[in-house]
């Protein structure tokens, strides 16, 4: 697991008060209910939208937060 800066984490603090419970998963045409896979939040954070490209890239900071929990 990678470990990240201080800079890194309080952005990541802050951002946390801004997200938008299940934009992303609406985004992928995705049930709520369901998990997004890793390959789904790699392609948001790799998105040409700057909304997006920042959801995925949250995404797949806190998928490392679980311990990579939902990839079996």
Same mark, same amino acid.
């Given at each position: 697991?990678?470990? &990240?800066?201080?800079? #890194?984490?309080? &952005?990541?603090?802050?951002? $946390?008060?801004?997200?938008?419970?299940?934009?992303? &998963?609406?985004?992928?045409? /995705?049930? +709520?209910?369901?998990?997004?896979?890793? #390959?789904?939040?790699? #392609?948001?954070?790799?998105?040409?939208?700057?909304? /997006?490209?920042? $959801?995925?890239?949250?995404? /797949?900071? $806190?998928? +490392?937060?679980?311990?990579?929990?939902?990839?079996?």
């Amino acid at each position: 697991m990678a470990e &990240h800066s201080a800079k #890194e984490k309080a &952005h990541f603090a802050r951002s $946390m008060h801004k997200l938008h419970a299940g934009a992303l &998963h609406r985004h992928f045409g /995705v049930a +709520e209910d369901k998990p997004l896979t890793m #390959e789904q939040k790699n #392609e948001a954070a790799n998105s040409p939208n700057p909304h /997006v490209r920042a $959801m995925g890239k949250m995404a /797949v900071a $806190m998928h +490392e937060w679980k311990g990579q929990a939902g990839s079996k």
